[in-house]
């Protein structure tokens, strides 16, 4: 297992659908593992294929729930049925949301309260998890990934225009810049 570097925004694979998940193979299953450690490392709630420079459908997560049980898990190849979104004004605090593609920034986003989960685990088994609050967060941005979509892309006004800045002022947006969790400390 490895720690592998994280693409940042502007590089393509990440504002790029990717591929379906053809073969659970040990190439699929070393990827898996290294994206578990990835995420463990930087650290994150969630991790997509695309973030580590692989173009394919599948995320992996992990969540502390209220009983403080770990609920980790890989979605293969997912589809994500949501609520509609309501329309009541943004919490600045309680809806703040992050990346680890924009590393060590947070801007307020609108999710769909629930979601429906559905994916293949690595044992080729079929899934579906129901999610509310921040497990449904983590499930939507996951899964924006996979369809090339990043949270910034999402903003609103005027936090759209904020997060543009603040990839500018780093000299991100451009394609190969990555960082690597354990050695690049972006968020100090
Ligand atoms: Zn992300």
Redesign the pocket.
């Known amino acids: 297992m490895a720690v592998r570097p994280i693409s940042i925004t502007g590089d393509p694979v990440l504002h790029h659908r990717a591929s379906e998940v053809l073969d659970i193979d040990d190439e699929l299953r070393t990827l898996v593992a290294d994206m578990f450690e990835t995420m463990d490392a930087a650290p994150g709630v969630?991790l997509?294929g695309p973030?580590v420079g692989v173009g394919l459908r599948l995320f992996v997560w992990s969540w502390i729930d209220d009983d403080g049980g770990d609920q980790r898990g890989v979605a293969i190849n997912p589809t994500l049925w949501q609520s509609p979104l309501t329309i009541e004004p943004l919490d600045d605090e309680g809806e703040s949301e992050g990346?680890?593609?924009i590393p060590g920034e947070r801007f307020p986003l609108r999710r769909a309260d629930s979601v429906l989960l559905r994916a293949t685990d690595l044992d080729g088994q079929p899934f579906e998890i129901e999610a509310v609050g921040w497990l449904a967060r983590i499930f939507q941005?996951?899964y924006d990934?996979l369809d090339g979509v990043?949270?910034a892309d999402r903003l609103e006004h005027p936090f759209h225009k904020a997060a543009a800045k603040a990839v500018k002022r780093a000299s991100w947006g451009v394609p190969g810049k990555t960082w690597l969790p354990g050695v690049d400390h972006l968020d100090d």
């Open positions: 969630g997509a973030q990346c680890l593609s941005h996951e990934h990043l949270y």
